[in-house]
């Protein structure tokens, strides 16, 4: 492994806390939801009212997306690709998982040791699957790639090595095999319920996660991994948060 791809491998793993999003996370009204139908049979309304139109029905146990709820109790479907509305109290609705990826609207600044370093990524896609990031800093610049499963929060290199940053699901005492860019180490979730302050703002019910090779990392809920420690010394942390111009 030649010099620069090694530093670049060791700063990235010092940039594990490079993902995250200030305060407190909220949810985005142009994001949908997935529900399942309760009722035997539910009509479907052209507008929301009960004395609209009807344009048909969907049985009990059938799934939808939900693009927006009014105050009403109705929500808005797609119905033969049409914008259509139900009653909200025969819907089931999929709990929301906390994610951990960063954002690809959002450039990121880190601090570590001193130089500052940025995050950014345009949402393209490695191998159809890996988000791919762009970091540039102290005369240095290379890409990152990620992704999240079912099973965990993965970071790595293009046509080279990843590792689990996150193993899913996530719960205190939780454990997970990983790998420090030379020695496999074990994580734990010993927190999720700390507060944490950055430069980039406050977060709250951030989890812990410390590990067998001296390091300590903090991530906030549904925003990411926000500070990172090396055997008790600060190593990185987010001192920004900008909207792409």
């Known amino acids: 492994m030649n010099v620069s791809k090694l ?8 940039f594990i806390s490079s993902l995250a999003f200030p305060f407190t996370a909220t949810a985005d009204a142009a994001s949908t939801s997935s529900a399942t139908v309760t009722a035997s049979n539910l009509n479907v309304r052209e507008k ?9 029905s969907l049985k009990k146990g059938t799934k939808v997306t939900v693009y927006s709820k009014t105050k009403s ?19 089931k609705f999929k709990k929301k ?27 393209e896609k490695y191998n159809k699957v890996w988000t791919i990031w762009n970091l540039k800093g102290a005369g240095e610049s290379w890409k990152e790639v990620e992704k999240e499963t079912g099973e965990g929060y993965y970071i790595g290199w293009p046509e080279s090595e990843y590792f689990i940053a996150l193993g899913y699901p996530l719960k205190v005492g939780a454990k997970w095999e990983s790998w420090d860019g030379s020695n ?16 980039a703002g406050t977060f709250n019910k951030v989890v812990e996660v410390k590990e067998s090779n001296g390091s300590t990392r903090y991530y906030a ?21 900008k909207k792409k111009k």
């Open 7 to 14: 530093f670049k491998m060791m700063m990235a793993i010092l």
């Open 48 to 56: 929301a009212s009960d004395k609209a139109k009807k344009v048909g």
């Open 73 to 91: 109790g109705w929500s808005e479907i797609r119905y033969n690709k049409k914008k259509a509305y139900v009653s909200t109290e025969f819907l």
């Open 97 to 123: 998982v906390a994610s951990y990826k960063r954002d690809t609207s959002k450039v990121y600044v880190y601090k570590s040791n001193g130089k500052k370093y940025t995050h950014s990524s345009t949402g």
């Open 184 to 199: 496999t180490y074990i994580a734990k979730v010993t927190s999720m319920s700390k507060t944490v302050k950055t430069p």
């Open 221 to 241: 809920k549904n925003v990411g991994l926000i500070k990172a420690f090396v055997n008790g010394k600060k190593t990185s942390e987010l001192v920004e948060l």
